[in-house]
Every structure is written in structure tokens, then in C-alpha cells.
């Protein structure tokens, strides 16, 4: 066919045949008054490989075949051919248009562009590569990182098979800060365990053996919490459909120890911070100091009266809150139950031997003495324990000196103090201890992933990738152009002998055609075939030819109608709107890959709770709550026990920690789900994308709440079940039933409150709370609220409605001498009742709603698929089947003309030579019988 086609080219140009495009040869006209000359001139094709005037290649239509790139030039208007505009300099470069070319013919120009065409087309192929090897795996990845797909045989898989996690804490829990030698070496370095004044009580040494002893099992909590954590993570499974890279890989597991770090982390802070504001709000009674037998307790006074009728004198026990006193003089600093952030530095107090008097010998850096002993311990640093400071040598000093006082030994052990290093240590020396529990005094994490471990027991049996390969071969593409070629044949045989009719006379092309028929049959079997079995043997070519032209087109138009081919288009790095186009027109059938299978939340979603609006008032700050109560009797002990002014103070400070720590809980949980990753392998669908969406954040909202209230309601249990007496004297009191006063064992005795309901029994008792007239007994109730046996229970059995009306606020500024123009909160805004009770609040972190805003088309920027793809049906098209039969059939005229002849010359060559091998050998004396028979064969056969 390429022969053929060369031929044609080589015939047309030999001819010197003119195109009425103007494309080969252009004629030109001169005239000068009435003469007139007309020539013909080859047109000449240039090519340009510079902006070099000279730099041109130039190609006679006559002599060669110039083929140009196709484009659109201006319109010439002086009648130049457009042809001849590529050689002048003057023109501007023509717009290209891809994939077109321009010739001396159209022939020329369409021929090599339905070659470049069909050449260049690409189609998209999946190659599956099985059993692959990590190094194999790694070298598809590198190459088609894009495509690339190997599915996992095993889809759960436990962390611990190829993760482990070996945290450090911070050194000082495994120094000797927090042994038992240690310890008790400050129990040992006190001036006295069997009696202390509430002046040598401030000292550090009494305060430091319960701190160091509450360090140690902070230490040994963290490290059990982390255990537990760890354990719990690593017995997971890891659900995978693909394997991840090991970029992928890196990157998903960096993130989930993050996780896995704030989760902790911000579970104990909470219990931790939960804890602490229960102690605030109760103020339950302590000893001050552990291991010493007899102490003065300032929280219990003791009201000595004497009756006149019996002359003899009782006592009545009373409770009171704890007081910070400051050692530079001596004086109350501030009411713990009043004051949160009620602490003072910690001293060193000693004996003068003259006098026995105690005075202030050393301040202690960086240490704190509170209320508690867990506040002294957050709230202190670790500074006076490393080396390189002073205070560490003079803290050893005084220990020292007092150890050897007291135990009478000269034994001393020195503690190794603590080592700063920047390199090791996120901490500094004067890092609160607090701030380190909050981390869970984790230094790092040191966690180890290893993607070997992980690709072996994925063990992917197949990976697959997509490729642009060439949709047709050689081979293909030469059969290709023959179709073409040959039905563009039998379409102009369906023309021409239309045009032909008009012309020439049927009878005259039949006869001619038919002679020419009779002249290649007989060239095509040889010239040494006569004209008799040339023509026998055409017949059988004719029938042959028909029989197989008619059978194969006849496969071909049942397989073609029968088959529905399945297409596929694909679009590489489409827009976001070409995407919406496409899923627009094609639904569910079309599939587009991620090139970033992993993104987190926070790239494509923004989450905001909205809470209660008592969380935003006034009423939960700082400033509102000490103003009110600055007009109250610092001792609040003073007012009757069921008069409110004893809970004000503890209910406003429990309500502002409780939202307080409900924002805490809601944002680290809002913050630990927008770092987390979202794992998709194919783009979802934008409804797919977001109830999937909804599901995982639902998913979130419900679980919040429920952590905090394990949290808050173990605690609450703890408290109870132990029975702490609060300093308040609203769940307990001491009675002295005695009348001597020497070391008389002084009993307890539960407060009583609404049906005669006891919090010895219950700690969720409760009365009404009211204000009680100064002078007199009259009461004055106020709306929601509650007095009970803790200031914290009694609170979650309230309601706010109080906060709601004006008037009941205006009541609460009255009875403590405050005034301010404080709004009430509006109930329009709330879900919540008015009559709602704080412990329903508390149980839905005083949510109003969720705010959630998902971004599809971020979501669609993080995916970045780099090709998307839709497969369809192509349905029965008659015009193409009629098409594609035709320029079959064109080829299999062609071809079937050279293989008939040929099949049927082999035939007969072989009938005729079985036909000699059956002629039997006959004996001698009957040979002269065979010439005649072989004559009258030889006649027969020829």
C-alpha cells in the first residue's frame, strides 16, 4: 500500500498536475498594453529554523515533497500564493495548528496528518506488575508514584507488629528527688514531730517531704497513664486497603503519635484540672503536714463559754477556711476559699538558740506554698534542684543540718542534683511543674516505625499503574492506513462509474475491464499457464474470492454489532470546574485518583462550638466575682450556715472553672480532630464527601462530652465515698462532748438539710438558698439557686434562673454591697431551658450548637487528582458500522486479490502433483500399450 501510495505521489508530481488550490504550481500573468505573457511556476516551500532571514530551507513542488506545519495566515491580496507567504521575512510567523500539515496537494498535507494523528493519539493502559519486591515496590513509585495502586492482602494490621514507643519523662522522676531515701530524709529534718506552732508550719522542710512524696507519685502516675496509653494504641489494628508510601507512611504515623500525644495529654490535664477545682470549691479540712503527731489547725476554733448556772465551761468547735499567711510580717495574705491564686514563697524558718524564738532565714526560689499541696507543687519550679544554682547548696545545707540534728548520725548521702540540657530537655529549670504535667512530663515520644515491617506484613500480591502508550503500532497503523486507503477506494468506485457512465459508453468499460480481467488472471498464474486454464482457474479464483470476502465481511458485521465496546476517557490534572462538569454529565461512573491520599481536616474544615451564654457573661469573670464578694466579711464563717453569702463566692468560682473547663475539653477536642488525616485514595463525591464528613464529626461531638463526665463524675464519687469535711462546715461538724479539755477525742457530726436528708447518707442534700436578714431571722429566697452539703454539689442542682432576672441580680448586689449595671442573660438564644439544671449543662459542656463549615472545593485542592476517568458503553452507531464494513472491505479486496490467486495456484499444483503420484507403474511387457494412454491423458490434461 505504501508502494502504491508513493506511486501515486510520484506520478502526480511527474505530471506536473496543477491543484486549483493554488498549493504546487502557480501561474502568473504579464502584460504590457495588449500583450499579454502567462507562465507557470513551481511554488517553492520555506522552512524557518530562525528569525535568521537567511537560515531557510527552500522545496520545489516540482522536484521534492515540502511538508510545512499547518496554520492560518493572513488573506493574501496581491495574489500571491499562499505558499509562497512562508518565504517572505516580512510576514509574521503563522498561528501553528497542531497536528496539521500543509503540502504541494491536499494529498501531501492530509496524508502525513492522518498519520501524525493516528501516530501521536495515546490511550491509557494498566500494567500489573505481581509479587512485587520493597525494592521493586520502590522503583514503581518512583517512576508512576501517581497511578501507582497495590492493594494489601492482610487489611488489619496491629501497630505493635511494626511500632513501638519507648517515651522519656523528664529526668527528675527517676532522680534521687523522688526515692524513698530521699523523703524520708526531709521527714527526718523537721525540729519537731510531735508538736509544731502554725509559724514553724510555713517552714519548706515541713512542707517538702509531702510535696516530694506527692512529685514521686505524680511520676509514677504519668509513666502508668502513658503505659496504659501505649498499650492501648499499639493493640489496635491499622485498617489499609493500599499501601501507603513510605512517605505516606512517615507522614500518617507522625501525625498519630501527635494525636496519640494530645489526647493524653489533654485527658490527664483534665482530670488534673478537675480535681483541682473541686478542692477550690470544697475546701475540704487538711492537716497541713504529714507524719507529725500534734499541730495547731487554724481551719478549727474551738469558742470556750462559761455557764454561770453550773460554773463550768464548755467549748464549741467551729470550722474555717484556710489562710496564707506572710512570714515578712506575719499577717493573713489571703483566704484560700476566696481567693483561687491564694500562695505565698516558701521559707526557710529557724530556731535562735538564745531566745527560742523562730525567724526568716532563706527564701526559697521558685517554690510556692499554697493552699494545697498539689497547688504548691504546680505552681513551684524545679530551679533549686539543678546544679550550677546556689539554692540548691543552701536548700542541701539546711536539710542536711537538721537531718543530723534530729537523727543523731553523722550518715549523710548526698543527692545527685539535676543536669539542664537544652539538647535532651524541652524544659528549662524555671518551668513550672504544673506546665510539665501538663505534657505528662514526657520528654519525648521516641517513637520507631519501620515500613519494612509494615510492606512485609501488607505483602501486596499485585500492584497496578496507568501509562500512556501509543494506541496504535506499527503494525497497526500500517493496516490502518490500508483501510483507509482502500475504502477511500471503494467510495470513489461507488463515484466514478457514475462519472464514467456520462463519459464513456458501460458496454465499452465492461469489455475493457473484462479483457484487463482476463489479462492479470492470466499474469497473476503465470505466463506459462495457457489462456484455458487461466480461466478455469480465475472462476475458481472469482468463487474463492467472493466465498471469503463475503464470509469475512459477514464475521465482521456480527462481531461488530454483537460486541459493545467499553471506551474510556481520561483528563489529566482537570480544574475544579472542569470536575464538576464532568461529574455533572457522568454521575457515579466517574473515578478520579488522589495524588495526596492523606490531608487533615484542617486544611478543607473550620469547627466552632457556640456555648451558653453564661460562659460569655459577665457573670463567670474575675472582675465581677471579687467585686461582689469584696463587700462580704473576709470570715465567712461569720454568717449563718444556711445564709447564701457563704456559697456565693465557691458557686461563682465553681461555675466560671466549670465553663472553663468545658471550652478546654470541646477545643482539644475540636483541635485533635482537625489534625487528624482524612484518608482517601479516590476524590469522594461532594455528597459522598460530606456525610462522610458529618458521620466522623458526629462521631466527635457525641464522644466529648462523655470523657469529661467519666472524668468529673470518678472524681466526684471519690470525694464522696471519703467523706472529706469541708471547711465551709456545711457537710460535718466537730462536737466536744466533754467537759475536761485535755486531748478530749473531738467527734464528727453530719449536717442535716430538706427531709431531714443527711450528708453522711448523701452528699447531694440541699436547701433552698437564701439571705438572711442582718438581725433578725426573716429570709429571702433566691430563685434556682441551692445551699447543700458542698458548695459543688449544691451548685449542680441549680439553675441559672436566677441570672435571667433582672430583679434576683439587683438581690445578690444588695446583700453584698455591690453595685453594677450587669445585665441578665436573654433566653431567646439558648436551646436550654430556663429551668435547666447545671448538672444537664455540665453533661453537654454547655454547647448551644456546632458550628462546622466543610470546603469542597479544598478538599478537591488536597486530593489534586491528577487524572480522572469515566468508562461508557458505545452504543450501535449503523453509519460507523457501514463505514467500518466499507473500508474493511476495501482492505480485504486488496488483500484477498493477492491471496486467492495464490491459494488456488497451490491448490492445483497440488491436485495435479497427487494426481501424478497416483499413476501406477505398470510391467515391461505392457509398455507399448502407454504411449497411447498417456497421449489421451497428456490431451485430456493440456
Known amino acids: 500500500m505504501i508502494s502504491h501510495l508513493n506511486y501515486l505521489r510520484a506520478t502526480n508530481q511527474g505530471n506536473t498536475l496543477i491543484s486549483s488550490l493554488n498549493t504546487n504550481t502557480m501561474v502568473l500573468v504579464s502584460g504590457v498594453k495588449f500583450r499579454v505573457d502567462i507562465f507557470g511556476a513551481q511554488i517553492t516551500y520555506c522552512q524557518r529554523y530562525s528569525n535568521d532571514i537567511g537560515n531557510v530551507k527552500r522545496e520545489m513542488c516540482g522536484f521534492e515533497n515540502p511538508i510545512i506545519q499547518g496554520g492560518f495566515l493572513r488573506a493574501s491580496d496581491d495574489g500571491t500564493p499562499m505558499a509562497d507567504i512562508t518565504c517572505k521575512p516580512a510576514v509574521p510567523s503563522p498561528t501553528p495548528v497542531k497536528g496539521f500539515f500543509a503540502g504541494c496537494t491536499p494529498f501531501e498535507g492530509s496524508f502525513f496528518t492522518f498519520l501524525l494523528i493516528t501516530w501521536l493519539s495515546t490511550k491509557l493502559d494498566t500494567v500489573k506488575v505481581w509479587n512485587p519486591s520493597l525494592i521493586d515496590y520502590n522503583n514503581l513509585e518512583r517512576l508512576n508514584s501517581n497511578t501507582l495502586i497495590c492493594p494489601c492482602s492482610t487489611t488489619l494490621i496491629p501497630y505493635h507488629t511494626f511500632i513501638s514507643l519507648s517515651p522519656s519523662l523528664h529526668q527528675v522522676c527517676s532522680s534521687d528527688f523522688v526515692s524513698d531515701r530521699w523523703i524520708s530524709v526531709l521527714k527526718n529534718s523537721t525540729f519537731s514531730k510531735t508538736f509544731l506552732s502554725i509559724n514553724s508550719v510555713t517552714d519548706w522542710r515541713y512542707r517538702a517531704s509531702s510535696q516530694f512524696q506527692l512529685l514521686s507519685n505524680l511520676c509514677q502516675l504519668a509513666n502508668r497513664t502513658i503505659d496504659d496509653a501505649i498499650r492501648r494504641f499499639i493493640y489496635q489494628s491499622f485498617a489499609v486497603s493500599n499501601l501507603l508510601s513510605e512517605d505516606n507512611f512517615n507522614a500518617y504515623f507522625n501525625r498519630t503519635f501527635t494525636q496519640l500525644l494530645q489526647s493524653t495529654t489533654s485527658y490527664f490535664s483534665v482530670l488534673v484540672e478537675t480535681e483541682r477545682l473541686l478542692l477550690q470549691v470544697d475546701q475540704p479540712s487538711t492537716a497541713l503536714i504529714k507524719d507529725v503527731q500534734y499541730i495547731v489547725n487554724s481551719n478549727i476554733r474551738a469558742n470556750v463559754t462559761l455557764n454561770v448556772t453550773t460554773n463550768k465551761y464548755s467549748s464549741h468547735l467551729t470550722l474555717h477556711l484556710t489562710e496564707i499567711r506572710n512570714m515578712y510580717f506575719n499577717s493573713i495574705t489571703c483566704i484560700c476559699g476566696t481567693n483561687p491564686d491564694c500562695q505565698t514563697p516558701s521559707v526557710i524558718i529557724q530556731k535562735k538558740e538564745t531566745s527560742g524564738e523562730f525567724y526568716l532565714a532563706y ?525 474493511l472491505q476495501g482492505g480485504l479486496t486488496i488483500i484477498l486479490k493477492w491471496i486467492c490467486p495464490t491459494i488456488i495456484r497451490i491448490i492445483d499444483k497440488l491436485y495435479k502433483y497427487r494426481k501424478t503420484r497416483r499413476n501406477v507403474i505398470q510391467p515391461v511387457d505392457s509398455l507399448e500399450m502407454e504411449p497411447t494412454e498417456c497421449s489421451k491423458t497428456n490431451a485430456l490434461r493440456y
Not at 456520462?502 to 482476463?518: D, G, M, Y
Not at 478543607?604 to 469573670?621: D, G
Not at 464578694?629 to 472553672?657: C, E, I, K, M
Not at 467519666?710 to 471519703?722: A, E, Q, T
Request: hydrophobic share 40%; with cysteine; proline share 3%.
Open 363 to 887: 527564701v526559697v526560689p521558685g517554690s510556692i506554698a499554697s493552699c494545697y499541696a498539689i497547688d504548691s507543687l504546680l505552681r513551684s519550679t524545679l530551679e533549686c534542684l539543678y546544679t550550677d544554682v546556689d539554692c540548691f547548696t543552701i536548700l542541701m545545707n539546711y536539710v542536711k543540718e537538721a537531718y543530723l540534728t534530729n537523727t543523731n548520725t553523722s550518715l549523710w548521702a548526698d543527692v545527685h542534683p539535676l543536669v539542664h540540657n537544652s539538647a535532651s530537655s524541652q524544659y528549662t529549670p524555671n518551668t513550672s511543674v504544673g506546665m510539665i504535667l501538663k505534657k505528662l512530663m514526657i520528654e519525648q515520644w521516641n517513637p520507631i516505625s519501620t515500613y519494612e515491617n509494615f510492606y512485609k506484613l501488607c505483602a501486596p500480591k499485585y500492584c497496578t499503574y496507568s501509562q500512556n502508550i501509543r494506541k496504535e503500532t506499527i503494525l497497526t497503523l500500517t493496516i490502518k492506513m490500508i483501510s483507509v486507503i482502500a475504502g477511500l477506494t471503494v467510495a470513489l468506485k461507488l463515484i466514478t462509474p457514475l462519472l464514467v457512465k456520462i463519459i464513456f459508453k458501460l458496454l465499452s468499460i465492461i469489455i475493457k475491464q473484462h479483457e484487463n480481467r482476463q489479462e492479470e488472471q492470466q499474469r497473476d498464474f503465470g505466463s506459462n499457464v495457457d489462456r484455458m486454464t487461466a480461466k478455469r482457474l480465475g472462476q475458481w479464483t472469482t468463487r474463492l474470492y467472493i466465498i471469503m470476502l463475503i464470509s469475512s465481511v459477514a464475521l465482521l458485521a456480527v462481531y461488530n454489532i454483537v460486541q459493545v465496546p467499553t471506551l474510556t476517557n481520561t483528563f489529566n490534572r482537570p480544574s475544579f470546574e472542569l470536575y464538576n462538569q464532568l461529574k455533572h454529565d457522568h454521575a457515579n461512573k466517574l473515578s478520579c485518583s488522589c495524588s495526596i491520599i492523606a490531608s487533615t481536616f484542617n486544611s478543607f474544615v473550620n469547627i466552632e462550638a457556640v456555648f451558653h451564654e453564661i460562659c460569655l457573661s459577665p457573670f463567670v469573670s474575675d472582675q465581677w466575682r471579687i467585686n461582689l464578694t469584696a463587700g462580704l466579711v473576709p470570715d465567712l464563717s461569720t454568717y449563718a450556715q444556711n445564709d447564701y453569702r457563704r456559697f456565693l463566692s465557691a458557686h461563682l468560682q465553681f461555675l466560671q472553672g466549670l465553663c472553663q473547663l468545658s471550652i478546654e475539653s470541646v477545643n482539644n477536642s475540636i483541635k485533635q480532630f482537625l489534625s487528624s488525616l482524612f484518608i482517601t485514595a479516590e476524590l469522594l463525591s461532594e455528597k459522598n464527601f460530606h456525610e462522610r464528613l458529618n458521620l466522623l464529626i458526629n462521631e466527635s461531638r457525641l464522644n466529648t462530652p462523655s470523657v469529661f463526665a467519666r472524668i468529673f463524675s470518678l472524681i466526684r464519687s471519690v470525694n464522696d465515698g471519703n467523706a472529706f469535711i469541708s471547711t465551709y462546715g456545711t457537710n460535718f461538724k466537730y462536737i466536744n462532748p466533754w467537759e475536761r479539755h485535755v486531748f478530749i477525742y473531738a467527734l464528727t457530726e453530719a449536717v442535716f438539710y430538706d427531709d431531714e436528708c443527711s450528708c453522711g447518707l448523701y452528699s447531694n442534700c440541699t436547701s433552698q438558698a437564701r439571705f438572711i436578714k442582718t438581725n433578725s431571722f426573716e429570709t429571702i429566697s433566691i430563685e434556682g439557686l441551692k445551699i447543700g452539703c458542698t458548695p459543688s454539689e449544691s451548685l449542680l442542682v441549680s439553675t441559672l434562673e436566677c441570672f435571667y432576672n433582672q430583679s434576683c441580680i439587683d438581690l445578690i448586689e444588695e446583700y453584698t454591697n455591690y453595685t453594677s449595671n450587669v445585665t441578665h442573660l436573654s433566653s431567646i438564644t439558648s436551646r436550654f431551658a430556663v429551668n435547666t439544671s447545671i448538672t444537664e449543662l455540665v453533661h453537654n459542656l454547655f454547647i448551644e450548637k456546632w458550628a462546622t463549615t466543610a470546603n469542597y472545593s479544598l478538599y478537591f485542592k488536597q486530593c489534586s487528582p491528577l487524572l480522572c476517568s469515566y468508562t461508557f458503553t458505545e452504543n450501535f452507531n449503523v453509519f460507523h458500522t457501514i463505514t467500518l464494513l466499507l473500508s
